[in-house]
Nanobody, 124 residues
Framework: QVRLVESGGGLVQAGGSLRLSCVVS????????MAWFRQAPGKEREFVAA????????YPGDSAKGRFFIFRDSAANTMYLQMDSLKPEDTAVYYC?????????????????WGQGTQVTVSS
């Protein structure tokens, strides 16, 4: 069983930065696809970006291009989402997800393991 625990959310002013972390534990995740999703109030959960754990191939979603960067540290069993130039519309609960296959990578249904989420609030 793979367990995911997010942290790093908080309140930040527009234009600021945050780095989210997702600590991964369990067996067999070295070949998993890892991803970040987010869900704003009243909206559906949205794909942010994905990365292959074994070789760090990145698949950015539209919301991540140019401002967010996904990466992982295999020694620390941690995936990160570096978020820069934050905007109020980035306010959401951010979730970490994982799956051994994840096809397609941008779909919620592709992921079998989820974290509990971390709240990001961007004030204007």
């Amino acid at each position: 069983q793979v367990r995911l625990v997010e942290s790093g959310g908080g309140l930040v002013q527009a234009g600021g930065s945050l780095r989210l972390s997702c600590v991964v534990s369990g067996r067999g995740f070295s070949r998993y696809i890892m991803a970040w999703f987010r869900q704003a109030p009243g909206k559906e959960r949205e794909f942010v970006a994905a990365i292959t754990w074994i070789d760090s191939i990145i698949y950015p979603g539209d919301s991540a291009k140019g401002r967010f960067f996904i990466f992982r540290d295999s020694a620390a069993n941690t995936m990160y989402l570096q978020m820069d130039s934050l905007k109020p519309e980035d306010t959401a609960v951010y979730y970490c997800a994982a799956d051994p296959v994840a096809i397609p990578k941008s779909e919620i249904e592709s992921y079998t393991h989820w974290g509990q989420g971390t709240q990001v609030t961007v004030s204007s």
